[in-house]
């Protein structure tokens, strides 16, 4: 049965919703990540060699611990998206999203008819038909949809982008986005912060939610994005925290 998705219901309320990212190709890895407590566990298939079938298996993983599955689909493709909603996936996070022409595709491509160009089949997400008319019906309410703000292009559009009342959250990406500025990483540099800020101003205007995935994450930092604002939050990527976590104690005993 479909239910109501828990980070839409906290995002309304405007409270905060933490979320886990997943880069390995592993169900194990999204089981303990929705098993830490975290809202939604987002599968990254656009820089992973996360397979469909994989993916499957770690929407499962997810929900066995009631996190919501989400996805970042490797583009803003009908069929790519058609296919993750249909295995089971409550939010979709659409990346390098650079106009608002593109914003409009997605949310086509998310949304049953009258809304958009969805097309209707009888998969997992509808119990294998068990379920279908309820998921017919309130699909389009519960199916979580995130724009990426990842590219300096995107800039010029960001009111019309912002005003588009289908989207639940707008997410920056701040590799991407610093990348695409001639800066990679360099999230201290001035004309990086400036475009952090004025995203931020854009957001609060519209009235829309702000999202950040903090790819190193510190209390110390999340807890200023919070006082900034953010209320979707991306907490580190499991390869990271594994690598990390290694390192410091592999490197225990080994001289200065």
């Not at 490797?74 to 296919?83: A, G, Q, R, T």
């Not at 997400?125 to 724009?147: L, Q, V």
């Not at 990406?173 to 360099?186: A, R, T």
Request: glycine residues 6%.
């Amino acid at each position: 049965m479909i239910k109501k998705n828990k980070v839409i219901a906290k995002l309304e309320q405007n409270q905060l919703s933490l979320g886990a990212w997943i880069m390995s190709n592993s169900a194990v890895s999204a089981e303990i990540m929705s098993q830490a407590g975290f809202d939604w566990v987002c599968v990254d298939a656009e820089h992973s060699q996360v397979t469909k079938e994989t993916a499957l298996e770690m929407f499962r993983a997810i929900e066995l611990h009631g996190a919501e599955p989400f996805v970042r689909t490797s583009l803003n493709d009908e069929v790519e998206m058609k296919k993750y909603l249909d295995m089971g996936a409550r939010g979709i996070i659409v990346p390098m999203v650079k106009s608002y022409e593109e914003v409009r595709r997605a949310i086509t491509y998310i949304k049953y008819p009258p809304q958009g160009t969805r097309s209707y089949a009888l998969p997992r997400c509808t119990g294998y038909g068990e379920w279908s008319n309820e998921y017919f019906k309130k699909a389009n309410d519960e199916i979580f949809i995130a724009i990426m703000i990842e590219h300096i292009d995107s800039i010029p559009d960001l009111d019309k982008i912002f005003s588009c009342p289908e989207i639940n959250a707008v997410f920056v990406g701040p590799y991407d986005l610093s990348g695409s500025m001639g800066i990679p990483g360099e999230f201290d540099n001035p004309k990086f912060i400036g475009v952090i800020d004025l995203i931020n101003r854009k957001a609060r205007e519209h009235r829309i939610t702000m999202g950040f995935h903090e790819v190193h994450p510190t209390p110390e930092k999340i807890n200023k994005l919070i006082e900034n604002g953010v209320r979707f939050i991306a907490c580190g990527i499991d390869t990271v925290f594994l690598i990390e976590k290694s390192k410091e104690f592999a490197r225990m005993g080994l001289p200065e």
